[in-house]
Every structure is written in C-alpha cells, then in structure tokens.
C-alpha cells in the first residue's frame, strides 16, 4: 500500500506571510490541530504549523517564526509503511505529501489506522487492553484553570481527565482548550508573575495565573476548570477491539479517550499514537 492510497488529497493549509490570528481562525474553522504551510500565491511547501506549536512560541505573532521549516515531507508513491515509521520515530501526527515540490496531500494517524486496522478481520477483532496507558493524569474539576495547564505541561501531556468529589469523570480538557482559552500578555519583568505573596517565588494554588512562555506570558482566565472543561466527553470500554476503537477515533475526530470498565470507573487512557507500532506490524506481515 502507498501513501496515495490513504491520504488526504483536499488539504487544508496556510500561507506565509501570514499571522498566528491566521491559523488560529482557520483552525477554529476547520477543526483541525496543525496545517502545512506554502509560499503565497502558490502550493510550494516551506513548512508545518502545529496547535503545539503555537502554545509554545507564545512570543511570536509572524507564521514564519511560528512554523517548523523545512519539514520531512513523503510522496503520493511512498510505501505507507515507511510513512508509518517515520511517524513512530519522529513521533510526528501528520506528513505534508509533495510531488514536484508541491503541496498535494497530508497523511495523519488516523488515516494510516483506518486503512491499515479498521477493517482487519483478524488485528481489528483484538480488545484494545494491551494499549490502555494505566498512568492517567487527573486533577479535580474545581482547580483553578491556570494550575491545570501547570499540571497537564509538567506530566508532557496534551490532555487532563477531570474528576468530580466522588472520583467519576466529569470532563475533560485538552491543548487545543487552552489556547483557545487564553490570551498573551506582554510581560518584561518575568519575576513579577510570581505574585500572591511579595519577595516569594513559591508556586501556590492562588498565587500564579500566570504561564511563562518564553519572554511573554499566556493568561489564563483564573476560573474552575469545571467552567470551562468539555463536559460530554467520548470515552471508550476496557472491551472495546481494535477496529470499535479505530472506528470511534475517526468518526468523532479524536486522538485520545478516557477508557471504562464495565462498571463505568475510569481505568485508564488511550490514544491513536498507540496503535501506531500495531500498524506497522501489520504490514510487514
């Protein structure tokens, strides 16, 4: 199989010059998480734009300093399972795809594990508990916003399950809610985040609404998380196969869910990247 098999061949994109208002409306608009970026006025390649990437360069306002150059690009004709590989080891969730140095489609997780797992007879029919990641990062629904953040980007998560006084999953909040949440400010003096009490740089449940990012700072409303979190979450059953897993990530356009047992408790959390080696297994067989 080829990547031309399995691609998507309608892509959306961005153009440089352009702006962080630029992706960050074309993504609310579209739903998507990161966009190839070309040269205005034409379809030539120069770069990739993620929601990550926005999050962390929270000093930049210029597409060109927000966007990675240069990125590794495969063609319509290369053989899926490299493509596959080098999303394992680059640990990257889509490839721009280029033919004649332009821009003609873009491969993602998802698109890989519907055409390699969703319909298979045998892997397809496997339950998903070998890949259910019992280390789940949860907090309450009633901490504030900001620590939330603190605790999701401490854990080098892209994702905090929220759990309510009796511990049942009330929700959930994820990379893309933050931004959307937040606003930059303009800060020089970085010390002055350290508010709450004077002469302290101690981290405290009240003292800090405030996220440094590089030389400027990403405000947080300082509300409960609880105001603000995806309330009705798709989650997934502990005996769920492969193939229900695959079918749910791409129908509902997620990469990630909190995973139930039968009795309805969280027991743990499961991604599309996960599937990813099962992919590649599949097809060397």
Same mark, same amino acid.
């Given at each position: 199989?080829?990547?031309?098999?399995?691609?998507?061949?309608?892509?959306?994109?961005?153009?440089?010059?352009?702006?962080?208002?630029?992706?960050?409306?074309?993504?609310?608009?579209?739903?998507?998480?990161?966009? &190839?970026?070309?040269?205005?006025?034409? +379809?030539?390649?120069?770069?990739?734009?993620?929601?990550?990437?926005?999050?962390?360069?929270?000093?930049?306002?210029?597409?060109?300093?927000?966007?990675?150059? @240069?990125?590794?690009?495969?063609? &319509?004709?290369?053989?899926?399972?490299?493509?596959?590989?080098?999303?394992?080891? +680059?640990?990257?969730?889509?490839?721009?795809?280029?033919?004649?140095?332009?821009?003609?489609? !873009?491969?993602?997780?998802?698109?890989?594990?519907?055409?390699?797992?969703?319909?298979?007879?045998?892997?397809?029919?496997?339950?998903?508990?070998?890949?259910?990641? #019992? /280390?789940?990062?949860?907090?309450?629904?009633?901490?504030?916003?900001?620590?939330?953040?603190?605790?999701?980007?401490?854990?080098?998560? $892209?994702?905090?399950?929220?759990?309510?006084?009796?511990? *049942?999953?009330?929700?959930?909040?994820?990379?893309?809610?933050?931004?959307?949440?937040?606003?930059?400010?303009? /800060?020089? $003096?970085?010390?002055?985040?350290?508010?709450?009490?004077? @002469?302290?740089?101690?981290? *405290?449940?009240?003292? #800090?609404?405030?996220?440094?990012?590089?030389? #400027?700072?990403? +405000?947080?409303?300082?509300?409960?998380?609880?105001?603000?979190?995806? #309330? $009705?979450?798709?989650?997934?059953? /502990?005996?769920?196969?492969?193939?229900?897993?695959?079918?749910?990530?791409?129908?509902?356009?997620?990469?990630?869910?909190?995973?139930? @047992?039968?009795?309805? @408790?969280?027991?743990?959390?499961?991604?599309?990247?996960?599937?990813? +080696?099962?992919? !590649?297994?599949?097809?060397?067989?």
């Amino acid at each position: 199989m080829m990547v031309k098999d399995c691609m998507q061949s309608d892509v959306i994109y961005v153009s440089v010059p352009g702006t962080r208002d630029d992706v960050l409306q074309l993504m609310a608009e579209k739903q998507v998480n990161g966009v &190839p970026v070309v040269k205005k006025g034409t +379809k030539s390649l120069v770069g990739i734009v993620t929601r990550t990437d926005l999050l962390r360069k929270a000093d930049e306002n210029q597409l060109v300093m927000l966007m990675v150059r @240069n990125p590794i690009t495969v063609s &319509p004709r290369t053989d899926l399972k490299t493509a596959t590989k080098i999303m394992i080891d +680059k640990g990257y969730r889509r490839l721009p795809v280029v033919e004649k140095d332009e821009l003609v489609g !873009l491969i993602s997780i998802p698109d890989i594990l519907g055409a390699v797992l969703e319909n298979d007879d045998e892997i397809g029919s496997k339950e998903i508990s070998e890949f259910i990641s #019992k /280390e789940i990062t949860a907090v309450w629904d009633q901490t504030p916003l900001p620590l939330t953040y603190m605790i999701m980007d401490m854990a080098g998560k $892209n994702s905090i399950v929220l759990i309510n006084e009796s511990g *049942g999953v009330s929700g959930m909040i994820t990379v893309s809610d933050y931004i959307r949440l937040s606003e930059v400010t303009v /800060e020089d $003096n970085i010390s002055k985040t350290f508010s709450g009490q004077d @002469n302290t740089v101690e981290w *405290g449940w009240t003292s #800090k609404d405030f996220l440094v990012v590089t030389k #400027k700072l990403l +405000k947080l409303p300082n509300v409960p998380v609880s105001e603000v979190m995806t #309330k $009705n979450i798709i989650s997934i059953s /502990e005996i769920s196969t492969i193939s229900e897993l695959v079918r749910t990530f791409r129908n509902e356009q997620i990469d990630q869910a909190p995973v139930l @047992n039968i009795a309805g @408790n969280l027991t743990g959390m499961i991604e599309d990247k996960d599937l990813l +080696k099962l992919a !590649l297994d599949a097809q060397s067989e």
